[in-house]
């Protein structure tokens, strides 16, 4: 079973506007951690925030916040202020504590354009 | 920046060779995973390591062989390379639960 899910393949958002990148995912345990990171066209993976399951609020780093609902099973990505330097694709991932070997699992990713 | 290296970054082998892809890590990081991207399926646990000589299967294991015999180093063994596994390769070093942290990929065509 996809333990990550990010719906949308490509999504489109206007210079300095905010845009939300959508992931779900799917677990029974109560400790897990969730990560997204960026990828640019260069090829490496950057990390971008983390969300830990008993965390009560929300992560934010700069302009990344994650928006967590527990009871929904979904961590959306939130980039402010869109920047040209944003394109790139963005994965979300997760990490079941209770499950061996400290894995991430990760989506299928959403590649996101910046637009002039 | 995470001291974290691969190699090679790029090659080109033949159906039915078998290939090695190093990666090599100065973090003293216990965990090391080996990941592979393909479009549409974002990254695939092949083989991961908890420690020296302590490894084992992820999602994708089958035609793969790994190895850790130091801390620093965990190969990965294509041991007859097919078209199928022509893919962009990723190592990850992390901590117990903390962020992982990624090579910059190798990037293997099998002809």
């Known amino acids: 079973a996809q333990k990550i899910t990010q719906t949308q393949p490509g999504m489109f958002v206007q210079e300095k506007e905010a845009v939300t990148l959508d992931c779900t995912y799917d677990?029974?345990?109560?400790?897990?951690?969730l990560f997204w990171y960026k990828q640019p066209s260069s090829g490496e993976m950057i990390f971008l925030i983390y969300?830990?399951?008993?965390?009560?609020q929300n992560a934010t780093e700069g302009r990344y916040s994650l928006n967590f609902q527990k009871a929904r099973k979904s961590a959306n990505l939130v980039i402010s202020a869109s920047q040209l330097g944003d394109s790139a694709m963005y994965f979300c991932?997760?990490?079941?504590?209770?499950?061996?070997?400290?894995?991430?699992?990760f989506g299928a990713g959403t590649i996101l354009r910046v637009k002039s | 920046d995470a001291g974290i290296t691969q190699s090679p970054r790029h090659k080109v082998t033949e159906t039915g060779t078998p290939v090695t892809l190093r990666c090599h890590q100065t973090?003293?990081?216990?965990?090391m995973y080996w990941y592979r991207q393909d479009p549409g399926h974002g990254l695939r646990l092949i083989h991961y390591?908890?420690?020296?000589?302590?490894?084992d299967k992820g999602e994708v294991s089958d035609g793969y062989s790994v190895s850790r015999s130091k801390t620093e180093d965990f190969l990965l063994t294509l041991e007859s390379a097919t078209s199928s596994q022509t893919s962009v390769y990723f190592c990850?070093?992390?901590?117990?639960?903390?962020?992982?942290?990624f090579g910059q990929g190798t990037r293997l065509t099998v002809v």
């Open positions: 969300q830990g399951s008993y965390d009560e």
């Open positions: 677990t029974s345990d109560q400790s897990y951690g």
């Open positions: 990850a070093i992390s901590e117990f639960n903390t962020e992982a942290f």
């Open positions: 390591s908890y420690g020296v000589k302590d490894t």
């Open positions: 973090e003293n990081h216990r965990y």
């Open positions: 991932a997760m990490r079941d504590s209770m499950e061996y070997g400290n894995k991430l699992v």
